[in-house]
């Protein structure tokens, strides 16, 4: 036969009881009747008759089990009967439920909110290809700030250095738009390099990218749009290409449309080859420090190579122009660890061992409360014991129970979880902080992995010494017992004490911590501005340099 259709036919038979129990059960009743006979024939009344035919088959129900033990998947069902078991006793004993569920719902809602963040801002990393090797370059000076980067600069730094694959310079601008056709409107542009997109590995999905002649002196400006201002602005028309549009009031020639996903470096929704270029802007000199730099290294070439390669580069254009680059020299590190890196990761790091101690104070509470209703279950477990059941079987139901407790604390949990991040979200995005616009929290199968282990994490650490503790109960001596009060209390107490200095260290742990925090938030918070800022606003006003030369 084959081995998939055995399979198969083992996993039907032994999730169903009809008709094939059924037939099994009939026959079995015909063999108990024919022993039955030939033991009154010897002498047997009809009751001992009975009773021994039974016996000698090893009992009707045993024999219908061990045929589906045969038929396969029994452990498989048997788990099954635990899950119904614990959800009975769950729904049975609401109260507890209700009590461990909300506590561990906090602690795994914090945790997967915490997480969502760290995936967002640390491991998802950013939207392109290999992104562990692009990096981010400034000028640094002596006193360790970190500054933008003159154009002639990066220019130098491109064409020096060898291990990096490409270096991009962009700027980031809001810019005035206007035709012909369309009412004006402001959006978020940049000013890139020609070779911007080819250093993200991205191509437009529409025309063309820019090329070497779009970056030369005298080009005419062209512009990439954004796939939202393409859709918003021009109604997803292919016939854009070659349409012209004032950025700033200069009449720059669209060449190409990007990808939905693509608004790199900050919700850009256009892209304009080289400000310096277009009428009425400034020529940039080595002083002018004001354009980002990105490069992508080399396949071969480590961070470390390229940094000291950069700063070799560096130190010569400083002996030769040194009123502009004295005593400042480039450096690098990961583009994502630009926005990861120093406070941010200490914040990060506080954040996640903060709600780590919420989550254990949380295991300690719930497995005290299952310490505590351990007491009233021994008479349960010894009769189970004394009916046959192994320890290890005990140990298997009460972690199911556990188990379930913690997936319905994680479902909860979750949604708490949903909750916290909208709320981060709309923080974050209402403040002007400047968030990266891949830098998106939402769940992903990343999180939900992170949730079921959360749960089966729980459910071990809350369950499994109860569980032990329960499965050595004593069968003879509790069967023995009138009530139950003498010895449960005696039993568990040492893991109760145990328990409860574990919580109290962490408990204070916890706690100290957040007053440390609370006392800097109330510092900063209760610092004196020095003059009335209730009735203020700022705003700011562009000025297009070809209308306003000597603004």
């Not at 189970?384 to 290890?392: D, E, I, K, Q, Y």
């Amino acid at each position: 036969m084959n081995p998939l259709c055995h399979q198969w036919r083992r996993l039907r038979g032994a999730l169903r009881r009809t008709p094939s129990d059924e037939d099994f059960a009939r026959e079995l009743r015909f063999h108990l009747d024919q022993a039955e006979a030939e033991l009154r024939g010897q002498g047997y009344s009809r009751r001992d008759a009975r009773r021994a035919a039974r016996v000698r088959s090893g009992g009707f129900f045993a024999a219908l089990e061990a045929l589906r033990a045969e038929r396969g998947l029994a452990r498989t069902m048997d788990l099954w009967d635990d899950v119904r078991h614990g959800a009975r006793r769950l729904a049975k004993e609401r109260w507890f439920t209700v009590a461990a569920v909300t506590v561990l719902a906090l602690g795994i809602g914090a945790n997967t909110t915490v997480f969502t963040l760290v995936n967002a801002m640390v491991i998802r990393g950013l939207p392109f290809d290999d992104p562990d090797r692009i990096v981010a370059v400034w000028t640094g000076n002596q006193e360790g700030q970190r500054l933008q980067v003159s154009y002639p600069d990066y220019q130098d730094w491109g064409e020096q250095s060898t291990a990096l694959a490409s270096l991009a310079a962009y700027r980031n601008w809001t810019v005035n738009l206007g035709d012909e056709e369309q009412v004006p409107e402001r959006a978020f542009g940049a000013y890139v390099s020609a070779n911007f997109f080819r250093v993200l590995g991205e191509q437009p999905v529409l025309g063309r990218d820019f090329g070497p002649d779009d970056d030369r002196n005298g080009a005419e400006p062209v512009v990439l749009l954004g796939h939202n201002l393409w859709e918003n602005r021009y109604a997803r028309d292919p016939g854009v290409l070659g349409q012209t549009i004032r950025v700033n009031g200069v009449v720059a020639t669209v060449v190409g449309v990007m990808a939905p996903g693509m608004r790199f470096p900050n919700n850009t929704d256009i892209w304009i080859a080289r400000a310096d270029r277009l009428p009425g802007s400034n020529t940039p000199d080595r002083g002018t420090r004001d354009y980002e730099a990105i490069g992508r290294l080399r396949p071969e070439a480590s961070m470390e190579q390229a940094r000291e390669e950069l700063q070799a580069v560096g130190r010569r254009l400083a002996e030769a122009y040194p009123a502009s680059n004295r005593e400042l020299a480039p450096d690098l590190l990961g583009f994502q660890d630009r926005y990861t890196a120093g406070a941010t990761r200490l914040v990060l790091l506080t954040l996640t061992g903060a709600v780590a101690f919420v989550l254990l104070i949380a295991c300690t509470n719930v497995a005290s409360l299952l310490l505590a209703r351990s007491a009233g279950r021994r008479h349960e477990i010894a009769v189970r014991v004394a009916m046959g059941a192994t320890r290890l079987r005990i140990v298997r139901q009460l972690l199911v129970e556990s188990l379930l407790l913690a997936i319905v604390a994680g479902t909860a949990g979750l949604l708490f979880a949903i909750l916290g991040i909208r709320w981060f979200d709309g923080a974050t995005q209402s403040a002007a902080i400047g968030r990266p616009y891949w830098m998106d929290f939402t769940l992903d199968g990343t999180i939900f992995a992170f949730i079921a282990a959360l749960c089966l994490g729980t459910a071990v650490t809350v369950g499994l010494v109860p569980a032990l503790q329960l499965s050595r109960t004593p069968v003879a001596g509790v069967l023995k017992e009138d009530t139950l009060g003498n010895t449960g209390g005696i039993r568990t107490r040492p893991w109760a004490g145990a328990l409860i200095v574990g919580q109290l260290t962490l408990s204070l742990v916890l706690l100290s911590g957040a007053g440390f925090m609370m006392r800097s938030f109330l510092s900063l918070y209760g610092m004196d501005a020095e003059f009335e800022t209730s009735q203020l606003i700022t705003t700011w006003l562009y000025v297009p340099p070809t209308q306003y030369p000597d603004a």
